[in-house]
């Protein structure tokens, strides 16, 4: 599984990280930072939750 | 962070409307003339009735009694494309018209400039920041907790949802606690202008009278922090640059006038408004205060369910059709961002009811696109941080019999917020309570 996050569309939130800190992580302005494009094993289900929360749409989940 | 608890003024509850005589908040739309009336205390004490009218049979809506040339936006699809389309829907100052001489910065400013001011100002209010004031956020909580928890009872509004915030704000702006009644009476005459309903000649002179107090004060401070810098947001903003530059004098004064009213406004209103909810349901109550893992969902569906600024406003930069309905260049649009937190479309069936384990959970609070409300990783530390605090000590709250909640449209505030429970005991070491 792979995360792609979109930066334009990324304006800070921080639902993502703020619901996945495992797989999503913010920079100093509060944007996000995905910490591995692939998802480690076992972080599936944040991954996807964390992609879920966002309200700009900005994280795309790929299998 | 001083533990000092300023004390509140009386304008903080002035009121701009009044009472419309409305049985039924859904009444305020009026989908045979297309229009809809959303400025009124009714529809902030029970919005709910009224977005559900609003978004199902007048999607897009004038505004009752001005009509042409206004819409109301209304749908989360809606309310998402605009919010997403700065292009279309420009933030720009003929939107809004709060006493200001220029354009707020950066609420005013569209894309692509805005993102040179946010680049500046983000980090100052982002998460990392933040967590930095998270223990003394904590620390100040109890503090003025420890205000009112031996009585057993407490205005919650003037005594926890004032004080907090603003002692929060004006402490990491270095701006003196021993001033708030002063910031709080020029943030309501901006916000909540003392003038008859309707009156808008009225509204715009108090509100232009109070922006020239707003400047001067403001002036005062960037000479101060000029020959003394500190290590608050507002030195920051004044030594900070962008493109190599710094900041002139008139952009920091577009900034602090924005800065002040956003600081001292909204996370008040949220903290009314998802208080009063969580006091009139106990089981919603106990859950928190007997699973506090569960208080940064709450914050998020509080937010949602209640979304205290129901609306914002955009002006129309090129012509757009939207559902059928003819957008032209300099029509006001009203993004209802209430409505479009509890539509079942994008929340589903629940989307009515406080859900604390909801899965997807992309409301509009704090706005969003390039302007998502700045101030919103501060804000919900602090509603996390006081949700956690209050129902540890205070587990068992309920609004004091009788009480009739009147809440302010368009910014969801409570003139008051009177909660009685069990007495609970000091914590901290700062003054005890007068005695009455």
Redesign the interface.
């Known amino acids: 599984m792979r995360v792609v996050l979109d930066e334009g569309a990324c304006v800070g939130h921080g639902r993502c990280y703020a619901v996945a800190p495992e797989v999503y992580a913010a920079d100093d302005r509060g944007h996000c930072v995905v910490r591995n494009a692939e998802v480690p094993a076992g972080l599936e289900h944040q991954a996807r939750t964390g992609a879920a929360n966002c309200p700009e749409g900005a994280l795309v989940i790929e299998p | 962070m001083s533990p000092t608890r300023p004390t509140t003024t009386e304008e903080t509850s002035t009121v701009q409307t009044q009472p419309s005589g409305l049985a039924d908040p859904a009444d305020a739309v009026h989908p045979e003339r297309r229009s809809a009336m959303p400025y009124l205390p009714e529809v902030a004490a029970d919005p709910l009735p009224f977005y559900d009218r609003l978004r199902s049979e007048c999607p897009i809506a004038a505004v009752d009694g001005i009509g042409e040339g206004t819409h109301i936006i209304s749908r989360y699809e809606d309310v998402?494309f605009a919010l997403?389309h700065p292009e279309i829907f420009s933030s720009d100052i003929v939107a809004v018209d709060i006493g200001q001489d220029r354009p707020l910065i950066p609420l005013q400013i569209d894309p692509p400039e805005h993102a040179k001011y946010?680049?500046l100002m983000?980090?100052h209010?982002?998460?990392?920041e933040v967590a930095t004031i998270e223990d003394e956020t904590r620390a100040l909580v109890n503090d003025v907790i420890d205000g009112f928890i031996e009585r057993g009872s407490c205005d919650f509004h003037a005594e926890f949802s004032v004080p907090f915030p603003c002692t929060v704000f004006l402490t990491l702006s270095g701006l003196p606690l021993d001033e708030v009644a002063q910031f709080l009476a020029w943030k309501d005459a901006i916000i909540r202008p003392d003038v008859p309903f309707g009156d808008h000649a009225a509204a715009a002179e108090v509100r232009r009278a109070t922006g020239r107090a707003l400047y001067g004060y403001f002036e005062g401070v960037i000479d101060d922090r000029l020959a003394n810098p500190g290590d608050d947001v507002i030195s920051r903003f004044v030594h900070g640059e962008i493109d190599g530059r710094r900041l002139s004098r008139e952009e920091i004064l577009d900034i602090c006038y924005l800065f002040i009213l956003g600081g001292l406004d909204t996370v008040t209103s949220t903290l009314d408004c998802s208080i009063a909810y969580l006091a009139q349901h106990p089981e919603r109550r106990r859950a928190l205060a007997e699973q506090p893992e569960l208080v940064?969902a709450a914050v998020?569906e509080l937010l949602r369910l209640h979304t205290p600024v129901m609306q914002i406003l955009r002006v129309v930069a090129t012509e757009h059709e939207m559902r059928g309905v003819t957008m032209r260049p300099g029509d006001t649009v009203m993004l209802m961002l209430g409505a479009a937190d509890t539509d079942p479309d994008e929340f589903g069936p629940t989307a009515n009811e406080a859900d604390f384990s909801r899965?997807?959970?992309?409301?509009?609070a704090?706005g969003?696109?390039?302007h998502?409300c700045l101030g919103?990783?501060l804000a919900?530390m602090e509603l996390r941080v006081a949700l956690e605090e209050l129902h540890r000590r205070i587990p068992d709250y309920e609004l004091r019999p009788g009480t009739r909640l009147s809440y302010s449209p368009g910014i969801r505030e409570l003139a008051e917020l009177p909660l009685v429970f069990s007495p609970g005991t000091r914590e901290g070491t700062g003054p005890q309570e007068a005695p009455a």
């Open positions: 998402k997403r946010r680049r983000d980090p209010l982002g998460p990392k940064p998020e899965d997807a959970n992309r409301h509009f704090f969003g696109g390039p998502r919103s990783h919900r």
